[in-house]
């Protein structure tokens, strides 16, 4: 479903290069609602998941260097970070649904926790998770400042938002994406089943 | 203990992640840095093979003029360019997005394909498409 991956994983596989225009411009209609947007950003993490599942198994045989490295890349995204933050979520949520429980019960303790007393440890986390915010916001701008006009002060602001809006939702979106894959394969349902986004007159 | 370990696994992960999106990203500004200021000069090509550009076009009737336009204001005589688009079942019956397209690019090659069986798609070509795509 994402057959523009797919098509450069068979492009490396059969040993060509894929050149890249780095000065040229491309546009797209974006969604112009939530309902759209989402189902266009689950068709493509399906389809995304689909050709890290096919092109697995090239990890492990004589397949070209670059469809291995572009694989592993995919699959530790896609595989083990992915679920790294969906397990640090719950333990963050975990906790905060403990700590408003304390509020009513101060017997319960926290689920999660290097020692309740260590205050260290809790201040590096906190300023790890900070970098990790300003890290993400300075690629957005880095992006951002490669085209003329759009490293605004207004869309960095919007860059700090969407770590808590628009990066949420791909959780979700790939949650659901992983879940709708693996139940294709289970009950045999043909997963390539298009859902054409909508577009908008201007 | 359980609970301890979980929570190292998931930082060192997410650890992991943070240095590989550096990489990227100092990669990406690497490169960046290094192109941003180099001039551009579009010399023209010793020859303009005749490209077929074929766009999946169903129900796209709303955007399909403009996008019809932006790809033949492409960078490459627009005479030198077949393009194929492809509205195949259309939701609604009324060529709106198709005539429109039609009545604002007559001089150029603008091929409608029209389906014919179920297997099967016939390509009609425009006026304008001379040869066949090489």
């Not at chain 1, 060509?16 to 939530?34: C, D, M």
């Not at chain 2, 301890?4 to 999106?21: G, H, K, P």
Request: with cysteine.
């Amino acid at each position: 479903m994402t057959e523009d991956t797919d098509i450069s994983f068979k492009i490396m596989q059969s040993g060509k290069l894929i050149a890249l225009a780095y000065n040229s411009e491309a546009f797209q209609q974006e969604p112009e609602r939530l309902h759209d947007y989402y189902f266009q950003r689950l068709r493509w993490a399906k389809g995304n998941y689909q050709v890290v599942i096919h092109n697995f198994r090239h990890l492990f045989d004589h397949s070209n260097w670059r469809v291995k490295l572009e694989t592993f890349y995919y699959s530790c995204t896609f595989f083990w970070f992915n679920a790294a933050i969906v397990l640090s979520d719950i333990i963050f949520l975990a906790n905060v649904g403990t700590l408003i429980a304390r509020l009513f019960n101060p017997g319960l303790a926290i689920p999660f926790t290097f020692g309740e007393s260590n205050i260290l440890i809790m201040q590096i986390l906190l300023l790890n998770w900070l970098l990790m915010i300003i890290l993400y916001v300075l690629q957005i701008s880095i992006a951002m400042a490669t085209q003329f006009g759009q490293a605004t002060t207004g869309q960095i602001w919007l860059a700090l938002a969407s770590y808590f809006t628009y990066s949420q939702l791909f959780i979700v979106v790939s949650i659901h994406a992983v879940c709708s894959v693996c139940l294709d394969s289970l009950l045999g349902r043909n997963g390539n089943v298009w859902v054409k986004t909508k577009r908008f007159n201007d | 203990m359980v609970q301890e370990t979980l929570m190292i696994i998931t930082l060192v992960s997410i650890w992991l992640s943070l240095c590989m999106s550096i990489v990227t990203l100092s990669g990406a500004t690497d490169f960046w840095l290094a192109h941003s200021t180099k001039r551009v000069t579009i010399t023209p090509l010793s020859r303009y093979p005749m490209i077929t550009i074929v766009v999946p076009a169903h129900n796209e009737e709303v955007v399909i003029a403009q996008t019809t336009r932006a790809i033949l204001d492409m960078n490459y005589p627009a005479d030198r360019v077949e393009l194929l688009l492809f509205a195949d079942i259309r939701r609604s019956s009324s060529p709106n997005g198709s005539s429109t397209a039609r009545s604002g690019t007559s001089s150029r090659s603008v091929g409608f394909p029209a389906r014919t069986s179920s297997s099967s798609v016939s390509l009609s070509r425009g006026s304008g498409a001379g040869a066949t795509g090489s």
